[in-house]
């Protein structure tokens, strides 16, 4: 990636549905070539794909959660993430380092449907021995923005 491309990723992060014509005007590039450049960004993996970012609260999902799980062993995991991946009300699921295995951020509408997607959907899969819930209260920082490093955005 060299510095045109890491402009075009930092302003697509933020303006998502800014024209090629725009792109180009501020990469002192034609909107033809812009586009080529993004497509080779989506080819090469950098650029995973577009989407809208909704208020998930305008949506009826009011409860945020962080779900920790722990598996009986490693010969589980399949299990587990093909169920994960199911599931619309899981956003998130990293693979963590401590005394959980995975770390699942959820979203539902009311404590009810939490604890079904805990009691049920989660701990129903085999292999689950544990699992630690936490609600959000209240959020003060998300986002989909992903900093690139200091080195290719000043370059």
Known sequence: MDAIDSMLVEVLQVRGRESWAKLGEAANLTGPAVAERV????DDGVIRGFCALVDPEALGANLTAFVSVTLEGA????????RVQALGE??????????????LKVRCRT??????LISRDIKGVRGVTR??????????????????PREAAAS
Do not use: M, N, P, S
Request: a negative charge; charged letters at 35%; glycine letters at 2%.
């Open 75 to 82: 010969d589980h995991r399949a299990a587990f993430l093909a």
């Open 39 to 42: 497509r080779r960004l989506e």
């Open 111 to 116: 404590t009810r449907d939490l604890d079904r």
């Open 90 to 103: 899981v956003q998130e699921c990293h693979h963590v380092t401590g005394d959980d295995d995975y770390l």
């Open 131 to 148: 699992t630690r819930t936490t609600i959000a209260l209240a959020t003060a920082k998300e986002t989909a923005r992903v900093a690139l």
